[in-house]
C-alpha cells in the first residue's frame, strides 16, 4: 500500500463541507456580495472570485466581509504584475481588520495576454517574479516589515525609515498561488500555502501536478501545501448541451499560451490546432456533469482521489439560477 504523505492525512482528516467552495460570477459588485450572501445563508464555507464586472476584488471583498459573517473569501486569483506588493498586502490588511481570519489570498502573474493588452506591461519571469513577490508579501503580513533586495523588487518596509517610526501591522492569511504548469505547482509547493488550479484536466491534477507540488515541498523541507483544484461543473442530464457549453470553455482556454502548453502536456496537443475530436475528448474531462445525486458521488470520488479542496464553478446550460441554486443546496448538503 502506498503510504500517505502529511498533506493527505491533513486533507482527508478534513470535514468535507470544509473542503468545496464555490467560484462566484457576476456582472457587479452589488450582484457579487447578493450571491456571496446567498452562499453562505446556504452554508456554504468557502467561495472564490476573480472580480466582479472588471470591479477591483478586494475592495470588493472589504465591502463584503462587513455584510457577512463566516464565510471564508478566496482571491481566485488577483494578479501581481498590475499592484506592487506592498499595495497589495495593505489592501489585505483592510479586508482582515474586518474578516479576521476568512481572507485567503491567491495571487499569481494572470494571463499574459491581458497582463499586455490591457495594461501594457511586459511579463518578463513570471515565475522568478511570483517568488519575489510572495516573499515580500509574506514578511510585511507575518511580520509586519520587510527589507528586501532582489531582482525585480527593493523594499524597505520597516519600523524606522527615512520619514520616522513607522506602525507595524500583521495579518494571518494565507498566500496561495496559481498553478497550471509543473513549475508552477512545484513553486507553490516551495513557497506557498497553497496552489490553485485553472481549467486542469483531473488525471493531470492527480498525475502531474501534484507529484510537482510535493516535489517543491520537499525541496523547501516542508509539508505539501493544499491544492484547491477549479472544477466546472453542469447540474444537466443533457449530455449535448452540456457538451456544447464544455467545448466552448476548451476553445477559449486553448488561445492563450499557458493552457494551449497545459493541454498538450495532459496528452492534447492537438486542441491547440482546433482537432474536434480531442477538443471534445478534453471537454469531458473538464467538467463533471449530472444531477445531483451523480455529482454527489463524484465529488466524494475526487475528494478521496488526493486532492485537496474542489473550487466548483457552475456552467449554466438551461436555467442559471436554478442550476446555482441546485449547486448551493448541494454543496451545504456536505455539512450534514
Aim: with cysteine; net charge neutral; hydrophobic share 40%.
Amino acid at each position: 500500500m502506498q503510504q500517505k504523505d502529511h498533506h493527505t492525512i491533513t486533507a482527508t482528516a478534513r470535514p468535507i463541507a470544509d473542503r468545496i467552495g464555490m467560484f462566484i460570477e457576476a456582472t457587479d459588485s452589488m450582484e457579487a456580495l447578493t450571491r456571496i450572501q446567498e452562499a453562505e445563508q446556504a452554508g456554504v464555507q468557502q467561495v472564490w472570485a476573480q472580480g466582479a464586472g472588471n470591479a477591483d476584488l478586494l475592495t470588493l471583498f472589504a465591502v463584503v466581509a462587513t455584510h457577512t459573517q463566516r464565510i471564508k473569501l478566496g482571491t481566485a486569483i488577483v494578479p501581481t504584475y498590475p499592484r506592487h506588493p506592498l499595495v497589495m498586502a495593505q489592501q489585505a490588511l483592510a479586508v482582515s481588520d474586518f474578516a479576521p481570519g476568512r481572507l485567503r489570498l491567491g495571487i499569481g502573474p494572470g494571463n499574459p495576454m491581458l497582463i499586455k493588452d490591457w495594461y501594457g506591461l511586459s511579463q518578463t519571469a513570471p515565475l522568478p517574479y511570483l517568488k519575489e513577490y510572495l516573499s515580500i508579501l509574506r514578511g510585511v503580513l507575518g511580520q509586519g516589515e520587510i527589507s528586501y533586495h532582489g531582482l525585480f523588487f527593493n523594499v524597505e518596509h520597516t519600523s524606522r525609515n527615512a520619514y520616522g517610526p513607522t506602525t507595524l501591522r500583521r495579518a494571518s492569511v494565507p498566500l496561495l498561488t496559481s498553478a497550471v504548469g509543473p513549475r508552477a505547482f512545484q513553486l507553490a509547493g516551495e513557497i506557498a500555502d497553497g496552489a490553485i488550479s485553472w481549467m486542469c484536466p483531473l488525471p493531470y491534477l492527480l498525475s502531474t501536478a501534484l507529484p510537482a507540488l510535493r516535489t517543491g515541498a520537499e525541496a523547501s523541507g516542508r509539508p505539501t501545501p493544499p491544492l484547491i483544484a477549479h472544477v466546472r461543473v453542469a447540474l444537466c442530464t443533457d449530455e449535448s448541451k452540456v457538451q456544447a457549453k464544455a467545448r466552448q470553455g476548451v476553445q477559449m482556454a486553448a488561445r492563450f499560451g499557458p493552457y494551449a502548453h497545459m493541454f498538450s502536456k495532459a496528452g492534447f496537443p492537438k486542441v491547440v490546432d482546433g482537432d474536434q475530436e480531442e477538443i471534445d475528448t478534453l471537454a469531458r474531462t473538464l467538467v463533471v456533469r449530472g444531477n445531483e445525486t451523480t455529482m454527489r458521488h463524484r465529488l466524494e470520488e475526487l475528494l478521496t482521489s488526493g486532492l485537496d479542496e474542489l473550487m466548483l464553478h457552475l456552467v449554466p446550460i438551461v436555467d442559471e439560477a436554478s442550476e446555482r441554486e441546485q449547486l448551493l443546496h448541494l454543496i451545504s448538503s456536505f455539512k450534514k
